[in-house]
């Protein structure tokens, strides 16, 4: 299959960690922005930085910036829509997105939600995990999203719409189940205690 194009989801309000960008957060003296980086490069034709504000405090990652094209921080759709919208200028057919507060995710992250959409019109899918209660948990800012929906998308963003899952299950979007060993492959730092816990699990190989 074609590589996708990547976008890093990092349009958030950090509001559990006081504001600012958690992806500019240190972690194992590197920020964890630049570990995700590290993480989708090798997996994606090429990636963008989905943020609001000013762009220059993202200038050293050298990557292209996709602010939200619909106002009021509607959540991770609008920076979805954004990736895709910047896709399309692109030429490409798809993208991957991240989140930037989320060092731990799968190296295999894109092939295995590519695998997962196989025969699907429009690829469109969202990364789980096992869960022992609930079967299994989707996590809504990790997908593979058709660049084809985007309009669709933006007006479903127009009419209110603001929970992710609501719309790929609109579309008959799947899921790509990932496993779960010492930690959670998608858990992201949140919170001051969610990053000690980063930095604990960093120091054991995650």
Same mark, same amino acid.
């Given at each position: 299959?074609?590589? #996708? @194009?990547?976008?890093? =989801? /990092? !349009? ?6 006081? +504001?600012? *960008? ?53 959540? #991770? @759709?609008?920076?979805? =829509? /954004? !990736? ?6 692109? +030429?490409? *057919? ?54 084809? @929906?985007?309009?669709? =998308? ?53």
């Amino acid at each position: 299959m074609t590589p #996708p @194009l990547g976008v890093i =989801l /990092a !349009g958030g309000l950090a509001r559990r960690m006081g +504001g600012g *960008d958690k992806g500019l957060l240190s972690l194992g003296g590197q920020t964890i922005l630049a570990r995700v980086i590290d993480r989708l490069s090798p997996q994606v034709a090429g990636l963008g930085l989905n943020a609001n504000g000013d762009p220059a405090r993202f200038e050293e990652f050298g990557l292209p910036i996709l602010p939200d094209t619909v106002e009021g921080f509607v959540g #991770p @759709l609008a920076g979805v =829509l /954004a !990736g895709l919208e910047w896709a399309a200028q692109e +030429g490409a *057919d798809s993208i991957v997105t991240a989140a930037a507060d989320t060092p731990f995710f799968p190296a295999d992250l894109v092939p295995r939600l590519q695998l997962a959409s196989e025969g699907m019109a429009h690829p469109l899918v969202l990364a789980a995990t096992p869960d022992p209660d609930k079967g299994q948990v989707r996590h809504p800012t990790f997908g593979l999203w058709p660049v084809a @929906l985007r309009a669709d =998308l933006r007006a479903a963003l127009q009419g209110g719409l603001r929970k992710v899952v609501l719309w790929t299950d609109r579309h008959q979007g799947r899921e790509a189940v990932f496993p779960v060993h010492r930690v959670d492959p998608f858990f992201n730092v949140n919170t001051p205690e969610d990053l000690a816990r980063a930095e604990t699990l960093l120091a054991g190989n995650t």
